[in-house]
């Protein structure tokens, strides 16, 4: 077996929170919603092109263990555009944090989503207008 790359991330959240998250990913990210089989869960699948990226599905309280993601700390996508992303995040209140990766041009743009997963944007100067 060899694994390609990533399929995508799952997100469990109530659903109060999860269209919150939903609409967080649409609005911030760019991604836009999108077909998702019937499964016997609610949820939402987030599209990037033809890929369904982040898939987002409904949990109660009391079935999601604080600890299930173990030592997972962030999920990174390498971006284009670094200007039009900062405004999108100043635009709309997303505190970040801006780190230069040591010995290179590259540039993160670090912060939370609505849930509380890390997320970092990854720019290279290769890639992006920065």
Avoid at 16 to 26: A, E, G, N, Q, T
Avoid at 79 to 93: E, P
Avoid at 103 to 130: M, R, V, Y
Wanted: glycine letters at 6%; a negative charge.
């Amino acid at each position: 077996m060899t694994i390609q790359k990533i399929d995508h991330i799952n997100i469990i959240a109530p659903q109060p929170l999860l269209k919150i998250v939903r609409d967080f990913y649409v609005k911030v990210l760019g991604f836009e919603e999108g077909f998702r089989p019937d499964f016997s869960i609610p949820g939402y699948w987030l599209y990037q092109g033809k890929q369904a990226i982040i898939h987002l599905a409904e949990s109660d309280e009391e079935s999601r263990v604080p600890s299930q993601n173990g030592y997972l700390d962030h999920i990174s996508f390498l971006c284009d555009d670094f200007d039009s992303v900062l405004n999108t995040l100043n635009k709309n209140n997303i505190s970040f944090d801006k780190v230069t990766v040591p010995g290179t041009k590259a540039c993160q743009l670090i912060f939370h989503d609505p849930s509380g997963l890390k997320f970092e944007l990854l720019f290279h100067p290769d890639n992006s207008n920065k």
